[in-house]
Nanobody
Framework: QVQLVESGGGLVQAGGSLRLSCVASGRFFSSYGMGWFRQAPGKDREFVAGISWSGGSTYYSDSVKGRFISSRDNPKRTVYLQMNSLKPEDTAVYYC???????????????WGQGTQVTVSS
């Protein structure tokens, strides 16, 4: 099992940027696919972005494509989500998650962080 800790959330005005970080424990991080999800109040959790084990493939939901960028630094066991041109509808708790097959697509993620709140004011 891998433990994940997110940070970087906060309050930002519409049009602004934030960068989320997710640090993983364990020595197998470099083989894991990583995903970012979010959950707004009263809504289901949704896939936002994902990155393969090597960082060579990234995936985004239509709602964030062109605005968010996922990256990773395997020696630092860290994955990032750069969020630009933020909108009020991006307000949610953001979670990072790990899947052991190395993929970054939507699907079955085994390990989850505790989440970090992102609030975008209009």
């Amino acid at each position: 099992q891998v433990q994940l800790v997110e940070s970087g959330g906060g309050l930002v005005q519409a049009g602004g940027s934030l960068r989320l970080s997710c640090v993983a424990s364990g020595r197998f991080f470099s083989s894991y696919g990583m995903g970012w999800f979010r959950q707004a109040p009263g809504k289901d959790r949704e896939f936002v972005a994902g990155i393969s084990w090597s960082g060579g493939s990234t995936y985004y939901s239509d709602s964030v494509k062109g605005r968010f960028i996922s990256s990773r630094d395997n020696p630092k066991r860290t994955v990032y989500l750069q969020m630009n041109s933020l909108k009020p509808e991006d307000t949610a708790v953001y979670y990072c998650a790990a899947r052991r097959d190395g993929l970054g697509t939507q699907g079955s993620y085994a390990d989850w962080g505790q989440g970090t709140q992102v609030t975008v004011s209009s």
